[in-house]
């Protein structure tokens, strides 16, 4: 059963802080592990963040001895009501620096409003000076937080990072969603026009084509997700490249098979032509925007493969 903050005793309330210490100090230092590789400033910034936990920790430790010895209860921010439930981001990898800077932010805050209310519950004035003296430190740290970033992300490292960041987004998201939503758009071609042109009804393409779209979709959603862990390549977790890769690729499939829901088959058709147009146009320009490729380039070589199935799934549907 969880204990109500009012209840706490002077002798709880500081091994609550200690532990406390001890915890966000161990978070920051997890932080500064996992983005030292692609971020490094920022990592230096939570290596820094990380020794001031371990000073607090310390100053507590002294207070704790001095008034009740050596034995520290065992109790924690989670026994207790009122504290926030915390999700372990830091054991994600990678870690998004975005994500570790926004914990930093809430730990910083929570931090802050336990001392203060800890202050008012203590009797003991050598506690209570130390308590509100951490209380303010703690709001100090929003802005030593500001300083540090300031401090090691300069202009150059800020580039740095956001390079790599822009590298990570590309490996683990734009790479397998390209891969899908050109999987989708082009391999789906064939069948739903194949069933088009051979039955001349558009509730039978739409079958076709919803079919295989979702069948594709799971297909490359496993393939993507089976083919390595991103723990050398550096592409991020296979479930979310499989998701994504499995994703884009139903969208691709889907797209030209939703205008076969018009019941009038010469307007589906021309619905879907246009559509598939606009698809093969979106695709060159990611593969243009994110990719570096030539935008004729790009355009010649995924029209050409549209057409090319397309004619495929024309010739069989006709025979």
Known sequence: MLKKFKELTEKEILAIAIAAEEEDGRIYGEFADALRDEYPSTAEMFEEMRQEEVGHRDRLF???????????PLIRRENVKGFLQRKPVWLVRPLGV????????????????????????????????????????????????????????????KA?????????????VVQPGLAGLMDGSVSTLAPIFAAAFASHKSWEAFLVGLAASIGAGISMAFSEGLSDDGSLTGRGSPWLRGAVTGLMTTAGGIGHTLPFLISSFRVAMLVAVIVVAVELGVISYIRHRYMDTPFLQASFQVIVGGILVFLTGWLIGSA
């Open 62 to 72: 002294a207070m704790f001895r001095q008034r009740f010895g050596d034995h520290i």
């Open 98 to 157: 975005k994500v570790a800077r926004k914990q930093a932010e809430v730990m910083e805050l929570e931090a802050s409003r336990f001392y203060a209310r800890a202050a008012s519950r203590t009797t003991d004035v050598s506690t209570r000076e130390l308590l509100n003296k951490l209380a303010d430190e703690e709001r100090k740290h929003e802005r030593t937080a500001g300083e540090l970033e300031e401090k090691h992300l300069t202009a150059s490292a």
């Open 160 to 172: 740095t990072e956001d390079e790599s960041h822009r590298k990570l987004f590309l490996l683990q």
